[in-house]
């Protein structure tokens, strides 16, 4: 056992015996709860009568069928579905799930039917689990006090909160060490402590952990174990996997890389990294997981996933879709007769404008204040079409240019153009064009209140399927021989095509969805390109290294903490790995 772990069970002892109930809260607790549960199992179809019915556990509803389309609804919004026949043996579409109290919006996943004797196909629904963890950590500090601090894996709630923790019998109050009108309270016995959070609805129960328990608290569990390399395994979706030396990586700066994550405080966490991966000659040659999640957890990519929205755009048009980059965006959306705010600059903004966030409308995700913050638009109940939502902002600027501002909404109405030009629901574009030739079976994408796919951000992926994407460009669009998008537009979208200035005192380019910089190391540096989201979900490529990282972290709401990620661990740990002579 470490000595952190050493002496917090020793001091708990100890004060439970010296001190009676008023210490025994010191100590590790957890509280894992699944909230609103949605519907999972199998899905049938049964078209032996002439009103198809549509099954699962014990909610059935009648099966719509029109041009080769199969659409049903479950009753009290349980749950939808919208597919189509694949042949004669298999009927293939997206689950729809409700939202929930953990999750806002619903959810639309794969799933595949196979025909099961005469007219029954039976399908599988995996949903998207709208789980919360907490884990909490009470310590006696050198002065007598008793502080806590909690941690919250998938939402980083309470983050960077120190509490100071009184008990008074079986009362416990926890008082925030910056603000003590900021506190909430509970009841402790022996083994289970029951606390009322903040903007939590029901009780929240923990019981008391040992800290091979607490995997959402601690890097990996047992933390004692010395980190040794594995070459990840091969597992059928389109990755071949080799060894770090066998593609000239240096181990062991990977390997010290690892340590650092694995030895950071959990009290003060700076590198709170739930999974890293890399890939180097289209090889996936790294894959470690951390803090609880593993490689069949799907991870919330937030505005990570803005970047498949050019991605949609480059392959429609590849496609023959009426659509380019100086394609008026207004002009795309003839299903609204007029907007709001009317300006002559509308109808100059185009799609190339969206994709470089220079479109001139008053939208700014770093200016609460501005009507096109993401929040400002996803919180508001007046307006649930999102697209004519963004389209009825003012012009604060004019569109064009080469300054960008950081806008979710207005990448966002790249969905509606494809949408529109393709004639086809986005959500089922993205399965046939994206998900499939990507090899990716499993994902989870949030969906607006209007029921189109919302691609400003928060596409849920696993980290082998979210590395694909960085790969696909780093390979000119092909994945594993076939052409996904066209070269020319894999080039304009990863070179500068506006700017957002400086970042944390270094320059930040943009092109079609992908974040540009440069990285140093010794005296070279190092042309990057990188799909970002809040908390730490990175996709990097360094093309002159042909090399791909992937983040995921749980760091949401510190910009300046998961940014680090990339403009530190990257230089100091990766780039030295695949430029190191040892390995040559």
């Known amino acids: 056992m470490n000595r952190f772990l050493f002496v917090l069970s020793l001091f708990n002892a100890l004060l439970t015996a010296c001190y009676g109930d008023d210490r025994a809260i010191v100590g590790l607790w957890g509280s894992e709860q699944v909230v609103d549960a949605p519907l999972r199992g199998e899905l049938t179809i049964d078209g032996r009568k002439p009103e198809w019915r549509a099954t699962i556990s014990g909610l059935n509803a009648p099966v ?29 579409g997206l689950w729809i799930q409700p939202a929930s109290k953990a999750y806002n919006n619903r959810y639309a996943t794969p799933v595949e039917f196979s025909r099961n004797g005469d007219k ?83 009780e929240s129960t923990f019981t008391r952990r040992q800290p091979e328990e607490m995997a959402g608290f601690f890097a990996r569990v047992p933390r004692d174990q010395k980190y040794v390399y594995q070459k990840p395994v091969a597992e059928g979706d389109g990755w071949t996997t080799s060894s ?69 755009v480059g392959i429609a048009r590849d496609h023959g879709a009426k659509i ?7 002009a795309q959306f003839p299903e609204y007769k007029e907007f709001a705010n009317p300006d002559p600059r509308k109808p100059k903004i185009t799609v190339r404008d969206l994709m470089t966030m220079t479109s001139g409308l008053a939208c ?24 004519k939502y963004t389209l009825d902002l003012p012009m604060a600027r004019d569109p064009g240019g080469d300054q960008a501002v950081y806008c979710s ?76 998008v066209s070269k020319d537009w894999v080039e304009k979208s990863t070179f500068r095509q506006s700017t957002f200035g400086k970042t944390l005192g270094a320059d930040h380019d943009y092109g079609y969805g992908w974040h540009l910089c440069h990285f140093e190391a010794g005296d070279d540096s190092y042309r990057a390109y990188a799909a970002g989201g809040n908390g730490g979900q990175i996709v990097i490529v360094i093309p ?11 760091a949401y709401g510190e910009f300046a903490k998961w940014y680090k990620w990339q403009t530190e661990l990257v230089p100091q740990f990766i780039i030295p790995a695949a430029t190191s002579t040892t390995v040559r």
């Open 120 to 202: 029954i196909w039976h399908g599988k629904v995996e949903p998207l689990e709208p789980r919360i963890s907490l884990y909490l950590s009470v310590q006696q500090t050198p002065d007598e006090l008793m502080t806590a601090v909690i941690r919250n894996p998938e939402f980083n709630l309470f983050r960077r909160s120190i509490y100071k923790v009184d008990v008074s019998g079986s009362r416990v109050t926890f008082s925030d060490a910056k603000d003590s009108n900021d506190k909430f309270e509970g009841s402790l016995d022996a083994n289970q402590l029951t606390l009322r959070l903040p903007e939590f609805e029901k």
């Open 544 to 554: 002159d290294l042909d090399l791909v990282v992937g983040f995921t972290g749980g």
């Open 244 to 312: 770090l030396s066998e593609v000239g990586l240096d181990p062991k700066s990977i390997s010290a890389l690892i340590e650092k994550i694995l030895h950071a405080d959990p009290l003060d966490n700076p590198v709170n990294i739930q999974s890293l991966l890399i890939a180097r000659h289209c090889k996936l040659v790294l894959e470690e997981y951390f803090y609880g999640f593993d490689k069949d957890r799907l991870h919330d990519m937030r505005s990570a996933s803005k970047t498949f929205a050019p991605l949609l």
């Open 409 to 484: 909404a207005g990448i966002n109405l790249l969905g509606g153009i494809v949408r529109n030009v393709t004639h086809t629901w986005l959500p089922e574009f993205f399965y046939e064009n994206v998900a499939k030739p990507l090899q990716i079976k499993t994902y989870y994408w949030n969906l607006m209140p209007g029921g189109d796919g919302y691609v400003g951000g928060g596409l849920y992926l696993l980290p082998r399927d979210q590395l694909k994407l960085g790969q696909l460009y780093l390979n000119g669009g092909v994945w594993n021989g076939k052409r996904l």
């Open 64 to 92: 719509q069928r029109l041009k080769g389309t199969i659409v049903f609804a479950l009753p009290n919004n349980a749950g939808e579905f919208r597919g189509r026949f694949a042949g004669q043996e298999k009927i293939v």
């Open 364 to 387: 700014d995700d770093n200016d609460e204040n501005s009507p096109g913050n993401e929040d400002v638009m996803q919180q508001q109940t007046v307006q649930r079409d999102w697209y």
């Open 324 to 330: 380019d980059i100086d394609t008026p965006a207004y």
